[in-house]
């Protein structure tokens, strides 16, 4: 599960088995979970997170879209 971002109590991560799907990333806090599609960004599942931390967490997503879909491509060897 190679994190690829921290920002502040969220970790944002791929999961090896992630490479049959477009790209996504998914981000953890406690035990609660989010997945969000990148091409374009939006949420795919939601897991506890509140709908003010989710709107919190798409921004946070749609910032850091183009190093996501860098590191997506790099991680599984898509060019």
């Known amino acids: 599960m190679p994190t690829v971002l921290r ?3 969220h970790r ?3 999961y090896a088995s ?7 990333i998914h981000v953890r806090r406690d035990d609660m979970m989010a997945k969000f599609w ?4 939006r949420l795919a599942a939601n897991l506890g997170f509140s709908a003010r ?5 798409e921004k946070r997503v749609k910032e850091h879209e183009d190093d996501i879909e860098r590191r997506w491509n790099e ?5």
């Open 38 to 41: 990148i091409l374009p960004v």
């Open 7 to 9: 920002i502040g109590p």
């Open 53 to 57: 931390e989710l709107r919190d967490i």
């Open 18 to 24: 992630d490479f049959q799907e477009p790209c996504r």
């Open 75 to 79: 991680f599984f060897g898509h060019s």
């Open 12 to 14: 944002f991560l791929f």
